[in-house]
């Protein structure tokens, strides 16, 4: 785990760097669970980035996360709903998050995960 210099207050940026698909989906979940049973966060503060469609990600199959559903913020963002939120960084910046996973895909530059940062 690395933070970044440019972090802003609060709880470092940890970047994480999975071989593929399924080893992502396994962190994102294991950190999801580990954030909701152990830190009290609640799943409507949580959003997932990504730099593609949900479709051309490792979400593609995922309907929901530690028993939560799975969602678009496209429809409505609401942080007291029981339920994970999912976007694009072109559409949900995730300033209104408690939580934020950006899930960044193969074949991001670094200087692409800076400006995303």
């Known amino acids: 785990m690395v933070s970044f210099e440019k972090s802003p207050g609060g709880v470092p940026i940890v970047e994480r760097i ?4 399924i080893e992502e989906q396994t962190q994102l ?3 999801i ?3 909701i049973a152990n ?11 990504l ?4 479709e051309a990600s490792s979400l593609a199959s995922m309907k929901a996360i530690a028993g939560f559903p799975l ?24 300033l209104e998050a ?12 670094e200087a692409e995960i800076s400006n995303a940062l």
Not at 18 to 21: E, Q, S
Not at 51 to 54: C, E, I, P, R, Y
């Open 98 to 109: 408690a939580v934020v996973f950006v899930l960044l895909g193969d074949g991001t530059k």
């Open 71 to 94: 969602e678009s913020t496209y429809s409505r963002y609401d942080s007291t709903a029981k339920r994970i939120f999912n976007s694009t960084i072109v559409i949900f910046k995730g």
């Open 51 to 54: 730099n593609s469609a949900k």
């Open 29 to 31: 979940v294991r950190d």
């Open 33 to 35: 669970e580990h954030l």
């Open 39 to 49: 830190e009290q966060i609640e799943p409507g503060t949580i959003v997932i980035l």
């Open 18 to 21: 999975a071989a593929n698909d």
